[in-house]
């Protein structure tokens, strides 16, 4: 292989590399704004009656 050829190869890695990095990114980042947005979400739901869930009647 000539190095021209070489040189085009490793080029070509060296950008799919490069672009896969960037997927990446973005991939992260949407993942960290959707988990911000779930907690803000689970903030505002009202807390759940204290009295409730706290025994279980199993007896039949």
């Known amino acids: 292989m000539d190095i021209a050829?070489?040189?085009m190869a490793m080029n070509?890695?060296?950008?799919?590399?490069?672009?896969?990095?960037?997927?990446?990114?973005?991939t992260k980042?949407?993942?960290?704004q959707q988990g911000q947005q779930m907690a803000e979400m689970l903030?505002?739901?009202p807390a759940?009656?204290?009295?409730?869930?706290g025994?279980?009647?199993i007896s039949g």
């Open 5 to 7: 050829a070489m040189s």
């Open 12 to 26: 070509q890695a060296s950008v799919a590399q490069a672009a896969s990095l960037q997927v990446m990114s973005i």
């Open 29 to 32: 980042d949407m993942a960290q």
């Open 43 to 45: 903030k505002s739901v």
């Open 48 to 53: 759940p009656h204290p009295n409730l869930g």
């Open 55 to 57: 025994s279980l009647d």
